[in-house]
C-alpha cells in the first residue's frame, strides 16, 4: 500500500471476524486536515488493493474522510478507475434518482419500508460487480445497512439444508414481477416497465424482453408480467468459494405491494416450488451472519457484489444515502 499520513486501518462498531478475514475491513482517517485531492490520490494509488480487500473481505468501509457531498462520493469513485454502470442501463425495478451519471439515491422506498437482503440485481441478466454506497444524511435512528458475506451463508446453508442447496446450485432460479405503467414512489420496486427495459413503447418493451429470454404477459393498467430465464442462484467467485448468489430472501420475504405477490415472486428453474423451510433458514442466516453498517455522515463503503449482499433497515428521520454501480457483468444458467 502506497501510505498516506493520517489514513490507517482501523476497527468499526460491530466488525466481524471470519477466520483470517475482517468484514467489513475498514479505513480511518485521523487527519483532518486532509484535503479531497489528497484522498483521491491516495484512492488512486492503492486502487488494486481496494478491488482486492472488497472480494477477499466482503466490503472495505472509509470513515472520517473529507467526503461531506454527493459530488466528492462521485470524486472517490471516479479514483477508482472503474467501469461505471449507468442505473438507467439496468434492469432492476426499484425507483432511484440520478445526482450524478454515476450516483444517484439507494433506495427511494419509504423509510419504514424493509428492504431485504439480496444481491444486486441478481434476478436479471445484468448485474454490477461492484457497488458503492455513500452517506450524505445519516437518520435520526435506524437505517442500517445490513451486509452479509453470503459464501459464509451459503457454506452453512448447505450444512443445515443440503438438498435445498443443491438444488438451488444445480437448478438455478426463475423470477416473477409485474412492473407499473408509470413509477411507483410508494413501492420499493415500482419502477415503471419503460424505465426499467428503456424503452418507449409496448412493442419495444417486448421485443427487450425477448431478446432477454424473458416470457411476459401484459395486464390491466397498463401493468407487464415478466418471467426472467432460467437464472444461476449459487455462484463460484474462486476455486472453492460459492456464493448464495441470488434475490431469494429479497423476492420471498419483500417483493409485496398491489401488483406483486412473493408467493407468486420465484421458483427453481425447473419450476417447481420452494422448500419453505430452507427458505426460512436461508433468511435466519442471513441475520446471523449480518454485519449492520450504522451510517456516519461522510461514509463511503465499497462493496464486491458477487461475494456480499446487502439490505435496509427501516429508519426515522432525514436518510440520504447514495450508491454507484461498476463493471457491469452478464450472467446466464449453464
Same mark, same amino acid.
Request: net charge negative; aromatic share 16%.
Given at each position: 500500500m502506497k501510505p498516506l499520513p493520517g489514513i490507517v486501518p482501523t476497527s468499526i462498531e460491530h466488525q466481524r471476524s471470519d477466520g483470517d478475514s475482517l468484514f467489513p475491513y475498514a479505513y480511518g482517517c485521523e487527519n483532518p486536515d486532509l484535503s479531497l485531492e489528497e484522498v483521491v490520490q491516495w484512492v488512486s494509488d492503492n486502487r488494486d488493493l481496494f478491488l482486492a480487500q472488497s472480494s477477499r473481505h466482503g466490503a472495505v468501509a472509509f470513515r472520517g474522510f473529507p467526503t461531506p457531498t454527493g459530488e466528492d462520493f462521485d470524486q472517490f469513485i471516479a479514483a477508482l478507475n472503474i467501469a461505471n454502470f449507468p442505473y438507467a442501463k439496468s434492469l432492476s425495478n426499484a425507483v432511484r434518482v440520478n445526482r450524478t451519471p454515476r450516483v444517484f439515491s439507494a433506495n427511494e422506498a419509504p423509510p419504514e419500508v424493509k428492504i431485504y437482503f439480496h444481491h444486486e440485481m441478481a434476478q436479471t441478466p445484468l448485474?454490477?460487480?461492484?457497488?458503492?454506497?455513500?452517506?450524505?444524511?445519516?437518520?435520526?435512528?435506524?437505517? #442500517?445497512?445490513p451486509l452479509c458475506r453470503s459464501d459464509i451463508l451459503f457454506t452453512q446453508l448447505?450444512?443445515?439444508?443440503?438438498?435445498?442447496?443443491?438444488?438451488?446450485?444445480?437448478?438455478?432460479?426463475?423470477?416473477t414481477n409485474v412492473m407499473p405503467g408509470v413509477d411507483d414512489p410508494k413501492s420499493g420496486m415500482g419502477r415503471s416497465w419503460q424505465s426499467t427495459l428503456g424503452v418507449e413503447s409496448k412493442t419495444a418493451a417486448e421485443k427487450r424482453l425477448s431478446d432477454l429470454g424473458y416470457t411476459f404477459q401484459w395486464l390491466a393498467d397498463d401493468c407487464l408480467k415478466a418471467t426472467t430465464p432460467q437464472l444461476p442462484a449459487v455462484m463460484e467467485v474462486s476455486p472453492g468459494q460459492k456464493t448464495f448468489f441470488n434475490q431469494l430472501i429479497a423476492a420471498y420475504c419483500g417483493w409485496k405491494d398491489p401488483r406483486n405477490d412473493p408467493s407468486d415472486a420465484i421458483r427453481h428453474g425447473d419450476g417447481s416450488k420452494l422448500d419453505a423451510e430452507a427458505v426460512n433458514?436461508?433468511?435466519?442466516? #442471513?441475520?446471523?451472519?449480518?454485519?449492520?453498517?450504522?451510517?456516519?455522515a461522510g461514509d463511503i463503503v465499497l462493496l464486491d457484489n458477487t461475494v456480499a449482499m446487502h439490505a435496509r433497515r427501516p429508519f426515522q428521520g432525514t436518510r440520504k444515502v447514495l450508491a454507484s454501480l461498476a463493471e457491469m457483468q452478464t450472467h446466464r444458467f449453464a
Open positions: 448485474y454490477p460487480k461492484y457497488i458503492l454506497f455513500f452517506c450524505e444524511i445519516a437518520p435520526l435512528s435506524g437505517g #442500517a445497512t448447505s450444512e443445515r439444508c443440503p438438498e435445498f442447496a443443491a438444488k438451488c446450485e444445480q437448478t438455478g432460479l426463475r423470477y433458514v436461508a433468511v435466519e442466516l #442471513a441475520e446471523e451472519l449480518a454485519y449492520d453498517h450504522q451510517w456516519q
